[in-house]
């Protein structure tokens, strides 16, 4: 199993990028996936995950962030709109095999990481 993330940049405040996951290995459409992101110095924070076709947001992102999917290709991806320098981390992509719901915001639910993203907000 193997989680390729892409797509992080240097980016305004206010402006967009969009990550994506290619997920290979096994398909993962019966699978939660789930975007988290760690800032330097902090821990690692939940952004979002969908498991079949309920979405899940971080509170500091909800209505700014928005995960999607496209199974046939196996990968998700995260548009990042109204981006702010709080925004700053590295983006990790994550998959969970087990059957998650109540703890799908939890970072030890996800069994397999992708190597992150870096986006870097600028003021």
């Known amino acids: 199993v193997q989680l390729q993330a892409s797509g992080g940049g240097l980016v305004q405040a206010g402006g967009s990028l969009r990550l994506s996951c290619a997920a290979s290995?096994?398909?993962?459409?019966?699978?939660?996936m789930g975007w988290f992101r760690q800032a330097p110095g902090k821990e690692r924070e939940f952004v979002t995950a969908?498991?079949?076709?309920?979405?899940y947001y971080g509170d500091s992102v909800k209505g700014r962030f928005t995960i999607s999917r496209d199974n046939a290709k196996n990968t998700v991806y995260l548009q990042m709109n109204s981006l702010k320098p709080e925004d700053t981390a590295v983006y990790y992509c994550?998959?969970?095999?087990?059957?998650?719901?109540?703890?799908?915001?939890?970072?030890?639910?996800?069994?397999?990481w992708g190597q992150g993203t870096l986006v870097t907000v600028s003021s």
């Open positions: 290995g096994r398909t993962f459409s019966n699978y939660a």
């Open positions: 969908v498991r079949w076709g309920s979405t």
């Open positions: 994550a998959v969970a095999l087990r059957s998650i719901v109540s703890t799908i915001r939890l970072s030890s639910s996800y069994d397999h």
